[in-house]
């Protein structure tokens, strides 16, 4: 569990949908963090900002990607290139 940092006691873990923009481009992804009840501030670990990162990037791939939606950018280079 985690402290609000402004000393509102243990804050609460929410998932919920939320936009990011990520170069340019609008996205929508799930995200788990944790929320002060008394303030609304989030935080997050460093586990779960690694698991939004990656929502992010899936999310990406999809914008550009829509007939392959689970591959990564990544994923298409080394298809690409025998790596």
């Known amino acids: 569990m985690l402290s ?8 609460q873990t929410s998932e919920h949908d939320r936009t990011v ?28 900002c690694a698991v939004i990162q990656d929502e992010i990037i899936d999310a990406y791939a999809d ?11 990544n994923a298409y280079s080394r298809m690409n290139h025998g790596r």
């Open 4 to 11: 609000c940092p402004n000393g509102h006691g243990e804050m």
């Open 21 to 48: 923009q990520f170069r340019g481009i609008d996205l929508t992804i799930r995200a788990e963090v944790y929320v002060c009840p008394t303030c609304g501030l989030e935080a997050g670990t460093i586990e779960q």
């Open 63 to 73: 914008h550009w990607r829509p007939s392959r939606p689970t591959m990564r950018p």
